[in-house]
């Protein structure tokens, strides 16, 4: 989806200071992907789903692991390094609350969805070893595909329940806007990563806001 050159192919390297921060961003995400998704498995339905949901926060717990292992071979603190997003967050959580099942599936799936994409815009001018590592983490798409196959088979079933996941995704990307632009301006070595390079943030946005509509079509349900 990146349109932009990685930094190892054109002789830069950004700043530790900025590829700690993204670390930093990343694993304080992984951190609470696990606390929601052990949550999200009480509201399953089923011991079966409530077993795939519990094996998923298993899986973010050790992506966080990984992230938190490279911040203390950069000299990081990891708990530092996570500070400066607790607050950003956490408000973001508490803004989007989901009320049953489907809306904690159209969470994981379509905020999660746009806050990867764009952590791949910015990996993307990292060198190795953190841009893999932070593709790599970002490539287990298991969740997104289980919430999209659960939101489908359910919008089959009632159709009727695709206009009130349409409008709570739609709260959930402006929310999710919002609180990124406030990251952005706190932490402005983040932005900082693709100013580097000459990434063209119009285009960018372009391709989140594409990447976005094709996730939400492809599941049923509309912009």
């Known amino acids: 989806m990146s349109d932009v050159t990685p930094a190892d192919q054109i002789g830069a390297e950004p700043p530790q200071e900025a590829v700690v921060d993204l670390l930093g961003m990343l694993a304080y995400g992984e951190l609470v992907a696990f606390d929601r998704m052990a949550a999200d498995a009480r509201l399953a339905p089923d011991l079966r789903r409530r077993a795939v949901l519990s094996e998923m926060a298993a899986r973010e717990i050790t992506n966080y692991r990984r992230l938190a292992d490279r911040l203390h071979e950069l000299g990081a603190d990891p708990e530092a390094a996570m500070r400066p997003y607790v607050r950003a967050v956490s408000d973001y959580h508490e803004q989007t609350e989901p009320n049953d099942w489907l809306e ?120």
């Not at 904690?104 to 590592?133: H, N, S, W």
């Open 104 to 223: 904690g599936l159209t969470k994981a799936y379509v905020g999660d969805g746009i806050a990867d994409d764009f952590t791949r815009e910015v990996a993307a001018v990292l060198v190795a070893p953190d841009r893999d590592l932070i593709l790599d983490v970002l490539h287990d798409s298991v969740h997104a595909d289980f919430a999209a196959d659960e939101l489908r088979a359910a919008i089959a079933l009632d159709p009727k329940v695709a206009n009130r996941l349409s409008m709570w995704a739609r709260r959930l990307v402006g929310e999710g806007i919002s609180q990124a632009l406030r990251v952005a301006g706190e932490r402005p070595s983040l932005a900082a990563l693709l100013a580097i390079h000459g990434a063209d943030f119009q285009a960018l946005l372009r391709r989140l806001t594409s990447a976005h509509t094709a996730r939400m079509s492809a599941v049923g349900l509309n912009n």
